[in-house]
Every structure is written in C-alpha cells, then in structure tokens.
C-alpha cells in the first residue's frame, strides 16, 4: 500500500522525540481537544502523523490550526474511494451487503490503520530514526489521563472503556513497541479477505461494532498478546471543550466498568 506523498511531509516539525502519535479518521471534534492531544504528545515525547478524510471538518483554518499548534510531522487529507480497500477486503460480497454502513466503515478505519506501515516507515527514512512506541488514536477522542509507558517488547496495549474485552478490541486507542505495532497491523492487511468470508466475524447485530471485533478476530489469528487499560476516555461529540462534569460522567463510568469486569471474572 505504496501511497505516501513526500507534499503532505512538514520538515520545520522534524525533531528526535522517539514515540509516535498517530491520529486517523474525521477530524470532527478536534478543535475542541488540541490542548489535550498537546498534552498527550508533550507527555509521551512523540512526533505525530495525522490522517484524515476530506469532508465539512476540514476547513483551511482548523488545518492551520491544528498545524500550528499540534506540528505534526506529515498531515494529509484523503478522499475517501471504496477501491482503496478492496486490497484488503476484496470486492463488494454478501458481508457488505448484510452490514452495511457498518461493513463500510469498516472497511475506512482500517484501511487507515494498514496505510500506517508504509507512513511511517518513510517518515522514520526521511529523520534517519526509528521510534520506540507508536500510539494510534482519533482526532476526535477525549484523553484525559496520562498512560503509562512501561509495557513489553510482545504486548499490545488497548483501551477497554466500553465493549466487552471477551468479544472485542478497541481501534480507538491503542499502542505497542514498534514492532510490534508494524507487525499487528499488518496482520489486519493478512486477514482482511479471509475474515470478510468467516462465520466468526458475524456480530450480535447492533450490539457489538464491527470493526472491533475484526480487530479482535486478527489478534487472535496472530495470536498476539493483549493487555487493557481503562483510562479517563471518550470520542467526543459535543460542539465544546470538556468540563468537570463531562470528567465527573467519564470516571463513574469507568468506575462501573471496573466492577462489571471483576464480576466476569469471578464468574
């Protein structure tokens, strides 16, 4: 998946941060977030790779925006065509058909996320690095707390906030070493067609997303290994910065998550 464009580099934001944020999908609410994706790239020491779909968030002035604050060291914008996924998930076919809206983005999310290898294997040629860890995340998702960097050289970390970690796998936040991080994500190009075939890629009908049980369909095919964390977050759609109240919510709600958890474990 060869489509890095050298015109989308920015040069003046070269640094030697050694981890890597990368931010993919609709830029939507992200106006309201850039003083804590700051926070978040200042605290982890990262660079950061933005890739976003063309569409009414992206307004020349929010990219000036987030360009002058955020410095991002490649920011492109893309139109979105169903052929850029057919590499992964083949033609249109009954899945589809059957899911939908669902199967759709589905298939743009992680195409995004496989597009990341070759991203940032040339970012890393063009500073002469290669990063420590690498963070995959969204424009528009609420991170308030800080995470830890401690983790080995085999896991994959994901946040676990919501769903149900027995059936899924968050592609909101989530992040590993490097290699380990190139090497999960290329096992979402390997099983893209084979699971858009499989039985066991079917969900519960509005009840679980699509994407993350494909995300948790490769981990176990790779059979990688998974650990979750249930920091203070939320993909944020309100028109607003966030607020005590809106900190207050989140936290009870993971609160409650945690207690759910332990009761499944116990049983």
Request: hydrophobic share 35%.
């Amino acid at each position: 998946m060869n489509n890095f464009s050298k015109e989308y580099i920015l040069k003046e934001n070269f640094s030697n941060k050694k981890n890597l944020l990368v931010l993919i999908g609709h830029l939507r609410t992200i106006e309201y977030l850039i003083k804590y994706h700051k926070k978040f790239l200042q605290k982890t020491n990262s660079d950061l790779i933005i890739s976003t779909w063309r569409d009414e968030h992206c307004g020349s002035n929010l990219i000036n925006k987030i360009k002058n604050t955020l410095k991002p060291i490649y920011f492109e914008v893309e139109d979105f065509n169903f052929n850029l996924t057919v590499n992964i998930f083949g033609n249109l076919n009954k899945f589809d058909l059957v899911f939908g809206k669902s199967a759709l983005s589905t298939r743009s999310q992680v195409y995004k996320i496989v597009k990341l290898e070759n991203l940032i294997l040339e970012t890393e040629k063009l500073q002469s690095k290669k990063y420590d860890i690498i963070f995959k995340s969204r424009p528009d998702l609420f991170l308030a707390s800080e995470i830890s960097l401690k983790l080995s050289d085999a896991e994959i970390i994901f946040e676990s906030t919501i769903g149900d970690w027995r059936k899924d796998r968050s592609d909101r936040f989530f992040f590993a070493k490097r290699s380990r991080f190139l090497e999960f994500i290329k096992s979402l190009r390997i099983y893209g067609k084979k699971s858009w075939d499989a039985e066991s890629m079917y969900p519960i009908y509005d009840t679980l997303p699509l994407q993350e049980q494909f995300i948790k369909y490769c981990c176990d095919k790779g059979n990688f290994i998974t650990r979750s964390i249930l920091p203070t977050l939320r993909v944020w759609r309100p028109k607003r910065e966030p607020e005590i109240k809106d900190l207050i919510s989140i936290n009870i709600n993971k609160f409650l998550k945690k207690i759910i958890n332990k009761k499944k474990i116990s049983n």
